[in-house]
């Protein structure tokens, strides 16, 4: 009788054990469906980004050239990109950690701005590929709760939480992600352009020219230091004077203007 008793109980045990199984399987599915990252690519590995914004009737591409240097260019026109700006941007879409599905479908695409219409569309690829194809669209904030009293005063100055909305050009649904994506694409081709008035480092930067209506003279970089017109300069003077130069950057862009006489050597 114990043996029968046994034998039923080991049954039921096992069914049990089975269902259990079952829906751990069928939960952990479901899970799945939820990306965590909505991105994964390896920044270093991209070649060129395409930004496709609405109010603006040409697209804007970013090439890399080689690894110290990428070329934006739109309408016709390229020029020097920011190559800190760019890596930072890439840096940030690849590490973009989902906070929530904002809806599985297409009904409010239009309210939260990822249509294809009113979102910024960014196409990243790499050798060919297209690693990435998304659609961003607006961004909102929420005023954080203010820390009780007692605690330090920097600490109690209400902050806000920014939250992005972006989807993939191929799917329904869209994302909700930390951070303020939109700003960094809606200020045209100027927000990619180098802003570098030297266009070199310091380091880099071998010979400088100065000329006035009386004189005209040189600092140059020798392998026993500065020289000016032949004679030693104040190397630490020239040195600070040369990164100054090197760092020197611009706050708006002037088109038509023929600089090509006036590159650092």
């Known amino acids: 009788m114990f043996k029968k008793l046994n034998t039923r ?143 330090q005063q920097f600490q109690q100055q209400q902050q806000a939480k920014m939250t992005s909305y972006l989807r993939h050009t191929d799917d329904d649904e869209f994302y909700a992600v930390e951070g303020i994506l939109r700003m960094n694409f809606t200020s045209g081709i100027e927000f990619f352009r180098s802003k570098n008035l030297v266009g070199k480092r310091a380091e880099e930067i071998s010979k400088v020219g100065f000329e006035y209506p009386s004189e005209t003279f040189f600092i140059e970089r020798s392998t026993d230091g500065w020289m000016l017109d032949g004679q030693a300069a104040d190397s630490l003077k020239t040195a600070r004077f040369v990164h100054k130069l090197a760092g020197m950057r611009s706050s708006d862009f002037i088109d038509g203007v023929d600089l090509s006489s006036s590159a650092a050597e």
């Open 9 to 151: 109980v080991l049954l039921v045990l096992l069914v049990v054990l089975a269902v259990a199984v079952v829906i751990i399987n069928l939960t952990g599915k479901k899970e799945r469906t939820f990306r965590s990252t909505v991105m994964e690519f390896n920044p270093e590995l991209i070649s060129a980004m395409v930004v496709h914004n609405p109010n603006y009737p040409d697209v804007i591409t970013v090439k890399k050239q080689d690894e110290e240097r990428w070329e934006v260019s739109s309408e016709g026109k390229s020029y020097l990109a920011d190559k800190a700006t760019i890596e930072n941007m890439l840096a940030m879409l690849s590490d973009l950690k989902t906070e929530r599905i904002g809806a599985t479908s297409n009904e409010k695409w239009e309210e939260f701005h990822v249509s294809d219409e009113t979102g910024i569309r960014v196409e990243l690829l790499g050798e060919g590929d297209v690693v990435a194809d998304i659609v961003i669209g607006k961004f909102s904030y929420k005023m954080l709760d203010q820390p009780g009293p007692g605690q």
